[in-house]
């Protein structure tokens, strides 16, 4: 009698680690795992959403965390737990219609911002459920969205090969920022929010330095690259920045994870410990740990410092692999 084949892990789609560093949480399909850093042990399971968990974020004080994702061609899905009140239902939102591909908190806490495959991104108040404004100047997917650490901008990367940098109070367009050679699939943002990351197609990662400008009545925004990173000969799937210490990671195909100081564009590793394509990184708050989902359903970790190897969460909490 034949053995039945274990099932396939599901990729690490997302990660982000708790404000206080002592949790990472991990999209994978139909769940998000909830780590312990310092033991490296599963320590909660968040079940029930509706496909693979595409993306997620914390709230500043760290009671919520928000993850999106969805039913491709049928529903975007975005639920908002409060991971220490066991097992409450989270608040459910589906104002999409389509997978949410990025999620972000907005500056106040009072709102979550939400990139989709329906070509929008969305402000919704957290009490009401309801959308508080749609951006809908993308033409195709928008599968990535930031907020800036100083509240003034939200920037959302779409496959239209451009990123578009709204208003963080009023969700008004500011601008359009589009040398990005090819599709973004990537943005983050700078501290303390005037520089933005923008990674895609072409391999390369863009830093975008914003600056306002003033006619007469009107106040625009104008955006111009500062630097350029490079060393992916293929699609960068994602690029982080540490809240502390300077620093830019990015990854993708390759399965190379590239370690910079943004600051003064010094290369301060080349990670090459992931068998297969990074989708996710994710560094922890004070910037010394750095995390990286894979396509093996495995989480890597390594210390910036030095670029070692820190440790691997496997994929107990994955499910067969599904797209």
């Given at each position: 009698m034949l053995k039945a084949a274990d099932p396939k892990p599901a990729p690490v789609w997302a990660l982000a680690f708790s404000p206080d560093g002592s949790r990472l949480a991990a999209g994978?399909?139909?769940?998000?795992?909830?780590?312990?850093?310092?033991?490296k042990t599963s320590a909660k399971t968040l079940s029930g959403h509706a496909g693979a968990v595409r993306c997620l974020a914390w709230s500043a004080d760290g009671k919520r965390l928000a993850a999106g994702g969805g039913k491709p061609g049928e529903l975007g899905e975005v639920k908002v737990w409060s991971v220490d009140e066991g097992a409450a239902p989270p608040?459910?939102?589906?104002?999409?219609?389509?997978?949410?591909?990025?999620?972000?908190?907005?500056?106040?806490?009072?709102a979550?911002?939400?990139?989709?495959i329906d070509e929008k991104a969305l402000a919704t108040d957290l009490r009401s459920g309801k959308p508080i404004s749609a951006m809908t100047d993308h033409t195709n997917r928008v599968v990535s969205v930031s907020v800036s650490q100083n509240g003034k901008y939200v920037a959302t990367g779409s496959l239209d090969?451009?990123?578009?940098?709204?208003?963080?109070?009023?969700?008004?367009?500011?601008?359009?920022?589009?040398?990005?050679?090819?599709?973004?699939?990537?943005?983050?943002?700078?501290?303390?929010?005037?520089?933005?990351?923008?990674?895609?197609?072409?391999g390369n990662v863009r830093v975008y330095r914003l600056s306002e400008s003033k006619t007469g009545?009107?106040?625009?925004?104008?955006?111009?690259?500062?630097?350029?990173f490079g060393g992916n000969r293929t699609p960068v799937f994602t690029v982080a920045v540490a809240p502390k210490g300077n620093l830019l990671a990015f990854a993708g195909q390759d399965k190379t994870v590239h370690l910079f100081d943004y600051t003064s564009g010094a290369r301060k590793g080349t990670l090459k410990e992931s068998p297969d394509a990074v989708y996710s990184l994710a560094f922890s708050p004070d910037g010394a740990l750095l995390a990286a989902g894979c396509r093996d359903g495995k989480i890597r970790l390594w210390t910036t410092a030095d670029g070692k190897p820190a440790g691997e969460l496997g994929a107990e909490m994955a499910a067969s692999e599904r797209k």
């Amino acid at each position: 009698m034949l053995k039945a084949a274990d099932p396939k892990p599901a990729p690490v789609w997302a990660l982000a680690f708790s404000p206080d560093g002592s949790r990472l949480a991990a999209g994978s399909y139909q769940k998000v795992g909830l780590w312990d850093v310092a033991a490296k042990t599963s320590a909660k399971t968040l079940s029930g959403h509706a496909g693979a968990v595409r993306c997620l974020a914390w709230s500043a004080d760290g009671k919520r965390l928000a993850a999106g994702g969805g039913k491709p061609g049928e529903l975007g899905e975005v639920k908002v737990w409060s991971v220490d009140e066991g097992a409450a239902p989270p608040a459910t939102m589906k104002e999409h219609k389509d997978v949410v591909e990025g999620v972000a908190f907005s500056a106040s806490g009072e709102a979550v911002v939400t990139a989709g495959i329906d070509e929008k991104a969305l402000a919704t108040d957290l009490r009401s459920g309801k959308p508080i404004s749609a951006m809908t100047d993308h033409t195709n997917r928008v599968v990535s969205v930031s907020v800036s650490q100083n509240g003034k901008y939200v920037a959302t990367g779409s496959l239209d090969k451009t990123v578009k940098i709204w208003s963080g109070v009023d969700y008004k367009p500011l601008a359009n920022l589009d040398q990005n050679g090819g599709q973004v699939y990537s943005v983050a943002f700078l501290p303390p929010g005037d520089q933005v990351a923008v990674a895609g197609e072409d391999g390369n990662v863009r830093v975008y330095r914003l600056s306002e400008s003033k006619t007469g009545k009107l106040t625009g925004v104008n955006g111009a690259v500062a630097r350029t990173f490079g060393g992916n000969r293929t699609p960068v799937f994602t690029v982080a920045v540490a809240p502390k210490g300077n620093l830019l990671a990015f990854a993708g195909q390759d399965k190379t994870v590239h370690l910079f100081d943004y600051t003064s564009g010094a290369r301060k590793g080349t990670l090459k410990e992931s068998p297969d394509a990074v989708y996710s990184l994710a560094f922890s708050p004070d910037g010394a740990l750095l995390a990286a989902g894979c396509r093996d359903g495995k989480i890597r970790l390594w210390t910036t410092a030095d670029g070692k190897p820190a440790g691997e969460l496997g994929a107990e909490m994955a499910a067969s692999e599904r797209k």
